[in-house]
Nanobody
């Protein structure tokens, strides 16, 4: 399984960004796919996850109502639409594969290189 996140950048508080994650080699039908982030000096935390089993979507509380995760299976790509960005959202965002219960805890079986998101105040 290979994953590659892209789309990060510098944005002002209140702005928006859309991240993309290209996923290849995923064959299991019981994994989840999701997003993580890791701020400088902090441990990795889960952001959101899409269950492969039933398509259900989960978000951690800090991003609920502001972030939207989606997936285009035809393009093997997952997206993270981030609105109303705050300085505390500044982090390296990466994508991963694994059970959603673990992804939301910041743990994945496979993950890829991340993309930097910086929100200026």
């Amino acid at each position: 399984v290979q994953l590659q996140a892209s789309g990060g950048g510098l944005v002002q508080t209140g702005g928006s960004l859309t991240l993309s994650c290209e996923i290849t080699g995923l064959t299991s039908d019981y994994y989840g796919v999701g997003w993580f982030r890791q701020a400088l000096g902090k441990s990795r935390e889960g952001v959101s996850c899409i269950s492969e089993r039933d398509g259900s979507i989960s978000y951690r509380d800090p991003v609920k109502g502001r972030f939207t995760v989606s997936r285009d299976n035809a393009k093997n790509t997952m997206y993270l639409q981030m609105n109303d960005l705050k300085p505390e959202d500044t982090a390296v965002y990466s994508c991963g594969v694994g059970p959603c219960s673990l992804i939301l805890l910041g743990v994945a079986e496979y993950w890829g290189r991340g993309t930097q998101v910086t929100v200026s105040s």
